[in-house]
């Protein structure tokens, strides 16, 4: 799997270490001021697009983190992580068919590969499969031996999935409907409560 920051953080470039740091502190506006300036100076790098996804996606502002990833995957067709997090991002806003689109060069790798074992469980959990997505879920932790952060993700994916399917008791006398959107929204608000899989 693609490591989607370098082994060792003296290796990128000093705004990117202090976005890094900033985004440590929780100081969004900030982070985004340092990636902007780090777009300029870098116009051909996806990373600063990958990591200003990921804070616009922290702060519910999906669309505008969407386009950054999408940025991302344009200059860097190669960034594993970047691709990977515009599909997921994709499919939890509810557009399952492009993020297939986003995420077939994954479907492409080894099927011992962690990102294709995650991708799977989200195609699994899109057909209503909850145990066989997470059970490609957990193989895919198991996969993935270089990135932490992806792993307390699908953690908590995976623990939010089983919430899910526990059933509130309900009164007898009323009949409660959920929203046809109730799926994309839990998704959606786990997704934003995952964090950034740097």
């Known amino acids: 799997?693609?490591?989607p920051l370098p082994s060792s953080p003296a290796a990128l470039d000093p705004l990117i270490q202090m976005a890094l740091a900033s985004s440590a502190r929780n100081d969004a506006e900030q982070?985004?001021?340092l990636l902007q300036e780090a777009m300029e100076k870098m116009p051909s790098s996806g990373l600063p697009y990958f990591l200003a996804g990921a804070e616009l996606a922290q702060l519910g502002r999906f669309d505008e983190a969407e386009a950054a990833y999408a940025r991302a995957v344009l200059l860097a067709p190669e960034f594993d992580m970047a691709r990977y997090e515009l599909g997921t991002l994709q499919f939890v806003s509810g557009k399952s068919a492009l993020a297939m689109v986003t995420w077939q060069p994954l479907l492409e790798r080894s099927d011992m590969d962690a990102l294709k074992m995650?991708?799977?469980g989200y195609i699994e959990l899109a057909a209503d499969r909850l145990d066989a997505a997470?059970?490609?879920?957990e193989q895919g932790m198991r996969a993935n031996t270089q990135n932490a952060a992806l792993n307390s993700?699908?953690?908590l994916l995976i623990s939010a999935v089983r919430q899910?399917?526990?059933a509130p008791p309900q009164d007898p006398t009323t009949s409660v409907t959920p929203p046809p959107q109730a799926e994309t929204h839990f998704?959606?608000?786990?997704?934003?409560q995952r964090g950034a899989a740097h």
Request: charged share 10%.
């Open 31 to 33: 982070t985004l001021d």
């Open 187 to 192: 998704l959606l608000s786990s997704y934003r």
């Open 134 to 137: 997470i059970l490609l879920f």
């Open 118 to 120: 995650f991708v799977n």
């Open 153 to 155: 993700n699908i953690g």
């Open 164 to 166: 899910s399917t526990v």
């Open 1 to 3: 799997m693609t490591k």
